[in-house]
């Protein structure tokens, strides 16, 4: 359901409107979280006309959470 609902909301987006979309995986991996053709079709979308803005270093999140702070990693 979930991921229907991501491709339901890029598709009714596309060439509408700006979306953002901040991700761990890599485009070619989302067919790990959702069928490949929904992936497929999703980062088809997402990528059209995209300005894609990769990141290095480390999790502020997880390093947060390693300090204590915010939520607790799971073990």
Known sequence: ?????????VDAAYEKRSV???????P?????L???TLATATVDR???HAHVCQTTG?????????AGQGVSPLS
């Open 58 to 66: 480390e999790s502020v999140r997880l390093t947060q959470a390693l």
């Open 1 to 9: 359901d979930a991921a229907e609902g991501l491709y339901r909301l």
């Open 28 to 32: 070619a991996a989302f067919d790990e």
């Open 46 to 48: 997402l990528l059209h």
């Open 20 to 26: 953002a979309i901040s991700s761990n995986l890599h």
């Open 34 to 36: 959702m069928p490949k």
